[in-house]
């Protein structure tokens, strides 16, 4: 019986530690501050200090129309953790935005040209 009771438990806990993993879902469009145009292949990461070519699963670029799609799976035990994302492209100060709910749709991020 002693069993039976630990081996409930356990299956509670597996079941409660998966009910807390939380989705991250951000979509949008990524323009010139000033001219309003499209940017492509702007990186997208959550890793701004490291290099893009060496962020760990992390290589996420906007699109030939400037559309970008990031999502991530975090923990989380009785709501998503913020989010913050970096844009970066060459000519271009790097922006982060911190998204403080677990999804957000057809944000515009406008990028400054370095001068």
Same mark, same amino acid.
């Given at each position: 019986?002693?069993?039976? #009771? +630990? &081996?409930?438990? $356990? &299956? =509670?806990?597996? =079941?409660?530690?998966? !009910?807390? /993993?939380? $989705?991250?879902?951000?979509?949008?469009?990524?323009? /010139? !501050?000033? +001219? =309003?145009? @499209?940017? *492509?292949?702007? !990186? &997208? !990461?959550?890793?701004?200090?490291? @290099?893009? *070519? #060496?962020? @760990?699963?992390? #290589?996420r670029y906007s699109d030939s129309i400037?559309?970008?799609?990031?999502?991530?799976?975090?923990?989380?035990?009785?709501? %998503? @953790?913020? =989010? +913050?994302?970096?844009?970066?492209? /060459?000519?271009?100060?790097?922006? *982060? #935005?911190?998204?403080?709910? %677990?999804?957000?749709?057809?944000? +515009?991020?406008?990028l400054k040209r370095i001068e």
């Amino acid at each position: 019986m002693e069993i039976m #009771k +630990t &081996i409930a438990y $356990l &299956i =509670l806990i597996m =079941l409660l530690s998966q !009910s807390c /993993d939380c $989705l991250q879902h951000v979509q949008g469009y990524v323009v /010139d !501050s000033s +001219t =309003l145009q @499209p940017i *492509d292949s702007v !990186s &997208i !990461s959550q890793f701004y200090k490291i @290099p893009i *070519d #060496k962020r @760990p699963d992390d #290589k996420r670029y906007s699109d030939s129309i400037g559309g970008f799609e990031y999502m991530s799976i975090s923990g989380g035990f009785f709501r %998503c @953790p913020s =989010l +913050t994302l970096y844009y970066d492209k /060459d000519g271009y100060e790097i922006y *982060d #935005k911190k998204y403080r709910n %677990c999804c957000r749709e057809n944000d +515009t991020i406008r990028l400054k040209r370095i001068e």
